[in-house]
């Protein structure tokens, strides 16, 4: 038998052991490339899954937790030109009125999920709709008559009825059961009334409100109106429901500016929002009773605000009496825009402009909804109400 010589016969050991070697990388390749698509595959099919379990947040109401529809209307109740949003992630102005984050935002954080994007936003489509919406809209109250000075704004009875079209858009994307679960699962915020007091009662010396009724009548009537609207949520499909009472209404810079003495709270502003409160919350317990479920929760966000209105640098503020944005005295005067004085600081200060508090406020408010005892939280507690939903 002929035997080849050494370098030729190596050669071929060597061709064929690289030969070997490009094999297996070759297969370990195909083989890694199946098993990423393969888990690509199973991430994208779990991904509407994962975003549908996640709890879904609705956010109705007025000025203190609208997150941009009115950018998107014809109307004086806007917050989308600087220095809104001087503070927010991106330094621009979101619609929120606010030097940064809202109630929302927070709220949002401490659930774990993404911040809810107004109902009018062009990019609540698909699955981003499973996050939730919000619907409020700056200027509206209980009342329909309320804010009539800035005419196209969504009242309460239209923001029910985008939240039912909501729910045809997610019916057609999930199916009728699973978006019934998503909303009776959901968390729910409103956050109206006192602009049905600052728009409307107080609005103008013997507005047409003030000529029908005593303020302890018209207080018993917007209950009254409030109770109409919150069960009709209820027959919306929500089941856990934070219902917010009116801040210190006589104690922002705006009322301090235009009825206050000497800087003082004004005390019609402030007696309104005292018969206001406690009505609101009894309303709460009635419903719940009627209900047979703690669905509402009482949130008493003028005692969280009062704390630090009465002891600013218990906070770290340094004042509760100015506004960080505006005009005249207390920075109370007109609105919040390029021209108007502007803190170097805003951490500072309670309040960002004439009526709404600043980011850190804000925090310092959904602190309480998480933790805060029945005194800020009736029946109990956000931080309560994630624990014993989480078991069901």
């Known amino acids: 038998m002929a035997v080849e010589p050494w370098p030729k016969l190596h050669s071929k050991l060597r061709f064929s052991r690289i030969r070997v070697k490009y094999n297996t990388m070759a297969s370990s390749f195909v083989f890694g490339v199946r098993t990423i698509l393969g888990l690509v595959m199973a991430l994208g099919a779990l991904a509407p899954q994962a975003a549908e379990a996640a709890r ?53 954080q401490h659930i774990g999920s993404e911040p809810t994007l107004p109902y009018l936003s062009p990019e609540l489509t698909g699955s981003r709709l499973l996050v939730g919406a919000n619907f409020a809209s700056a200027g509206i109250g209980i009342l329909n008559d309320t804010g009539i000075q800035f005419v196209n704004i969504i009242r309460m009875f239209r923001q029910f009825e985008y939240f039912q079209e909501y729910q045809n858009r997610v019916t057609a994307l999930i199916g009728p059961q699973r978006t019934k679960q998503l909303v009776n699962g959901a ?50 499909g929500a089941r856990r429901v934070l219902v917010t009472g009116t801040g210190p ?25 005292d018969l206001y409160n406690p009505q609101l919350v009894q309303l709460v317990k009635d419903l719940n009773s009627q209900y047979g479920s703690e669905i509402f929760v009482a949130v008493n966000t003028g005692k969280m605000q ?15 009496k100015v506004a960080c944005c505006g005009q005249g005295p207390y920075n109370g005067l007109g609105l919040c825009t390029p021209a108007s004085n502007l803190c170097p600081n805003r951490n500072v200060y309670a309040f960002w402009d004439p009526f709404h508090p600043s980011e850190r406020a804000n925090g310092f408010i959904v602190q309480e909804f998480m933790t805060g005892s029945t005194e800020y939280m009736y029946p109990m507690n956000l931080s309560t109400i994630m624990a014993l939903d989480s078991r069901t």
């Open 306 to 320: 009062y704390n630090f209105i009465s002891n600013p640098r218990a906070f770290g503020f340094t004042t509760s």
């Open 56 to 108: 879904a947040f609705f956010v109705f109401g007025d000025s203190l937790v609208d997150n941009g529809n009115n950018n998107y209307l014809a109307t004086t109740a806007r917050a989308d030109s600087p220095p809104y949003g001087i503070d927010y992630p991106t330094r621009r102005p979101t619609g929120r009125f606010s030097n940064g984050l809202n109630i929302p935002d927070f709220i949002s």
């Open 249 to 273: 209404l006589g104690c922002v810079p705006a009322e301090r500016a235009m009825r206050g003495r000497n800087g003082q709270c004004a005390a019609d502003l402030q007696r309104a929002a």
């Open 187 to 236: 968390l729910i915020l409103i956050t109206v009334g006192g602009n049905d007091f600052v728009n409307n009662y107080y609005l103008v010396p013997y507005s047409a409100r003030s000529r029908q009724f005593s303020l302890p009548d018209y207080v018993k009537y917007v209950i009254s109106e409030y109770r109409k609207l919150l069960t009709r949520l209820h027959d919306l």
